[in-house]
């Protein structure tokens, strides 16, 4: 199994440019996340869903879309790109109660 | 809504010592709570978890963590550093019933030869 693949590693963006974020899982798992992880400030919540074609905002949604049609993909779209939203994005899957499977993370700096 | 705090964004052990990395939750059900471990420039790995069965739990590379319900906490401890242990560590707490997963912001153990 692959568990949870996060496309690009990395990622150099243009402010104002637009990129999707993919993220997908093959374990079948309702829950699937997005986060942010900044210097000090942890790992925050962007987005989430807790099955195809529910979604809802997590701590920092702001500037992000995000949609679940299937339940394997997740993607994270960046709408206009801004220099704040430099960071590590980690995607992450789970079923209710049990432990998160997380992506390897993406990259992303925005110049 | 459910939130977590970890006490020290560094921590710094000799090798030998006891590991002891402090985290607090607040939920408004009881929770299910989780420690990561997080490597340079890689993901995060569960080291256990706490889904109301045992208060004492035991993880993978000799970690354990209790569950004290009366003082809101789950700190995780390791009897004996080893070097390899360097890391950042995540507290995270989950209510469970929509599985939204909150982690703390993060401490840093530093291992002291």
């Known amino acids: 199994n692959a568990g949870v693949t996060q496309t690009p590693k990395f990622q150099v963006l243009k402010t104002g440019q637009s990129m999707t974020l993919q993220c997908a899982q093959d374990?079948?798992?309702?829950?699937m996340s997005w986060y942010r992880q900044d210097p000090g400030m942890g790992l925050r919540l962007i987005h989430y869903?807790?099955?195809?074609?529910?979604?809802d905002q997590g701590e920092v949604p702001n500037g992000y879309n995000v949609s679940r049609s299937t339940t394997e993909d997740f993607p994270l779209r960046l709408l206009s790109a801004a220099p704040s939203q430099t960071s590590v994005y980690f995607c992450?899957?789970?079923?209710?109660?049990?432990?998160?499977?997380f992506g390897q993370g993406t990259r992303l700096t925005v110049v | 809504a459910q939130s977590v705090t970890q006490l020290g964004s560094h921590v710094s052990v000799s090798e030998g010592a006891l590991v002891l990395l402090r985290c607090n939750y607040s939920?408004?059900?009881?929770?299910?709570l989780f420690w990561y471990v997080q490597y340079p420039n890689q993901g995060l790995q569960l080291l256990l978890k706490?889904?109301?069965?045992?208060?004492l739990v035991k993880g993978i590379n000799g970690f354990e963590a209790e569950f004290k319900k009366s003082e809101t906490s789950f700190h995780l401890t390791k009897p004996s550093a080893h070097m390899s242990d360097a890391a950042e560590y995540f507290c995270?707490?989950?209510?469970?019933?929509?599985?939204?997963?909150?982690f703390g912001k993060g401490t840093r153990l530093h291992i002291l030869p």
């Open positions: 995270a707490v989950s209510e469970g019933r929509d599985d939204k997963i909150i």
């Open positions: 374990m079948n798992h309702e829950y």
């Open positions: 992450a899957s789970s079923n209710p109660g049990s432990r998160a499977f």
């Open positions: 869903s807790v099955g195809a074609g529910i979604t």
């Open positions: 706490y889904t109301s069965a045992a208060t």
């Open positions: 939920s408004s059900v009881p929770p299910y």
